[in-house]
């Protein structure tokens, strides 16, 4: 008995095509899901010592540079950023280092850094160059 050896590889070539969409499927989901559910996390309010201010600022300082703040623009918690400053996620660097920054974004202006809540672009944190 033959078997037709074209269908047998067009049908294997097949189930792995799909096997192959449905990873894929799942890892692009389980990222999404990852993002949102991290940025869930983040609240309006954050609480962090002298020792991990210092830490935050010699971290994210050097790595973005700096943007001036709109003249009517008064950072401080609770404050919503306005849009023509540029917020950059956490690095995974610090984030590793400083576990409770890994939700936010922040923000480098000359003399401080905004440390904000992504859901709704809220100050939790300034952080003074001489932390």
Do not use: C
């Amino acid at each position: 008995m033959k078997f037709p050896l074209l269908p047998l590889a067009a049908s294997v070539v097949l189930i792995g095509s799909i096997g192959a969409a449905a990873a894929a499927d799942h890892s692009a989901m389980s990222r999404q899901s990852s993002m949102s559910s991290t940025a869930s996390m983040a609240k309006d309010n954050l609480s962090l010592t002298t020792a991990q201010e210092k830490l935050a600022w010699r971290d994210l300082s050097t790595r973005a540079a700096s943007q001036p703040a709109p003249s009517n623009f008064s950072a401080s918690p609770g404050t919503t950023v306005p849009n023509d400053i540029t917020l950059r996620p956490i690095p995974r660097k610090v984030a590793s280092q400083l576990p409770t920054l890994k939700p936010y974004r922040y923000a480098r202006l000359p003399n401080e850094i905004l440390i904000v809540n992504p859901t709704d672009n809220k100050v939790v944190d300034v952080i003074n160059r001489h932390a």
